[in-house]
């Protein structure tokens, strides 16, 4: 079945210390998307790629960057994690039909947390 | 800017009844869409149910169905003959037209099936 796969499921990182979360996709999408979401609230959107380009949301801190090295991956680095960022990660994908209002697609998401 | 509205934090019910969320929005578009997402304790969210606001005929997806009332801006979901599995997190989001693909979210409904 076609899918959004998110690795790890867990993770557990030091404060401080970089780390990076993983997404594939086998939907061939253009559009991938993270998120971060805590506990019983909406996701919040951190930024999104349409192909290669990277769209960042005004206001995803600058702790967060993101690589797309192709179609199939996406990845999420947090470049110091602090308390506050504990949380679990969305990856989502979408085709590319602008104006078409295609769904989003998740992924298990990975939950991250800081010791 | 739009928003979203979901006034019912947390709902229950017992196994069976019918039960409705509610959704409202405040945008000043013509045309645009509207989604219903269900995120069960630890799994992946999915989507529930699409609705394109052009289209005055409620969308419907086997027990799940809308009351879309496009003046009163409100999105409603019903939930028929609920079951254990409908225990979940469900999230109302609307989508502009010409958004570049974001999603626009409610704060969510804690939904809770009770055997």
């Known amino acids: 079945d076609a899918m959004v796969i998110q690795n790890p499921r867990y993770q557990v990182t030091q404060f401080g210390k970089p780390v990076t979360l993983s997404c594939s996709q086998t939907?061939?999408?253009?559009?991938m998307y993270w998120y971060q979401q805590k506990s019983s609230q909406a996701p919040k959107l951190l930024f999104h790629?349409?192909?290669?380009?990277?769209?960042n949301e005004a206001d995803t801190p600058d702790n967060f960057q993101s690589r797309r090295p192709n179609t199939s991956f996406c990845f999420l680095d947090i470049r110091s994690p602090g308390l506050g960022d504990a949380a679990m990660y969305l990856c989502?994908?979408?085709?590319?039909?602008?104006?078409?209002?295609?769904?989003?697609?998740f992924g298990d998401g990975t939950r991250l947390s800081i010791l | 800017a739009q928003t979203v509205t979901q006034s019912q934090p947390e709902m229950s019910v017992q196994e069976a009844e019918t039960v409705t969320l509610s959704c409202t929005y405040d945008?000043?578009?013509?045309?645009?869409?509207l989604f219903w997402y269900k995120q069960p304790p630890s799994r992946q969210m999915i989507l529930v149910i699409r609705?394109?606001?052009?289209k005055q005929q409620n969308a419907t997806e086997n027990r799940f169905s809308v009351n879309f009332q496009k003046a009163a801006k409100s999105f409603s979901l019903k939930i028929s003959d609920s079951q254990l599995g409908d225990t979940a997190m469900y999230f109302c989001?609307?989508?502009?037209?010409?958004?570049?693909?974001?999603?626009?979210w409610g704060a969510g409904t804690k939904l809770i099936i009770k055997p």
């Open positions: 989502a994908t979408s085709r590319d039909h602008s104006g078409t209002g295609q769904p989003q697609h």
């Open positions: 939907l061939n999408h253009n559009v």
């Open positions: 790629y349409y192909d290669k380009d990277f769209n």
């Open positions: 945008t000043s578009e013509n045309n645009y869409y």
């Open positions: 609705q394109e606001a052009y």
């Open positions: 989001a609307f989508m502009k037209l010409d958004s570049n693909y974001q999603l626009i």
